[in-house]
């Protein structure tokens, strides 16, 4: 071995050392207290070894007294989360689109739902080419919902509305986190439609043409024993598949 190339390994190990020491922090108190809050129902709590939740609040910064949306709040599952860390102090907007409780009446129960139980969760639901989410936020907040954006029910444009809605939205120095099923590398937005995921290059263009400054991305939910061309609602391969976290922020 070269002294060069020496060299690069003992970066290349002092790199993945500290990685693995920041991964081994614990999580913040409030994350930790979150988790705990026995308001949660018990299928919740049952995702959180797949879902990893506390590393997913500690990534985006959640912190007690924000103001957070969580940007198609499906079953509730991180707005409960999310309610539960920013505490009674803070507030959370949780979006359900008018689109997806046309389509299926229990996203428009899951809304309400949630904010009855939660006195800091103020229900929205619009259309996505009407969003207008409230200003100030310090986060907002999707999980596996941006390959929707690319839906061909809805236009052609709707991942443009959105981000320019979110960017308008977040102060700055807000943070945009976005986890979604990946696509292989160079896969066509028409696989948004036919197995509901993305390719995170895409996303990254996306985001960052709205105006934000990508941050970067954790590998913690990604699986390689997913080759990423199935359905991920196939039952092999649901609930298992390869997925990407990234983090945006507002310029300042």
């Not at 991964?23 to 994350?31: G, I, R």
């Not at 129960?109 to 229900?123: D, F, M, Q, Y």
């Not at 989410?133 to 052609?156: A, M, R, W």
């Amino acid at each position: 071995m070269t002294a060069r190339n020496r060299g690069l390994s003992i970066l290349a190990a002092v790199a993945l050392s500290a990685a693995g020491a920041a991964a081994a922090q614990p999580a913040p108190a409030h994350v930790t207290a979150a988790l705990a809050d026995t308001g949660r129902p018990a299928a919740d709590v049952a995702r959180d070894a797949a879902r990893k939740p506390a590393e997913m609040l500690a990534f985006a910064e959640v912190k007690p007294g924000q103001k957070v949306a969580d940007l198609v709040m499906g079953g509730g599952y991180f707005t409960r989360l999310l309610s539960a860390a920013v505490g009674p102090n803070g507030r959370v907007y949780a979006y359900q689109p008018t689109e997806f409780v046309r389509f299926q009446a229990s996203y428009g129960e899951n809304l309400k739902k949630v904010a009855g139980e939660r006195a800091n969760v103020t229900p929205l639901e619009t259309t996505f080419a009407a969003l207008d989410l409230p200003d100030g936020l310090d986060l907002v907040f999707t999980v596996q919902n941006y390959h929707d954006f690319h839906l061909t029910p809805f236009p052609k444009d709707t991942a443009q509305t959105v981000n320019a809605e979110v960017f308008k939205s977040l102060k700055p120095g807000g943070v945009y986190l976005i986890a979604d099923h990946s696509a292989v590398a160079g896969a066509p937005l028409e696989v948004a439609m036919s197995l509901h995921r993305i390719d995170p290059a895409i996303v990254r263009r996306e985001v960052e043409a709205a105006g934000f400054r990508y941050e970067g991305e954790i590998p913690l939910l990604r699986d390689a024993a997913d080759d990423r061309t199935v359905n991920v609602f196939d039952p092999k391969i649901r609930g298992k598949t390869d997925q990407f976290v990234m983090k945006f922020r507002k310029p300042r």
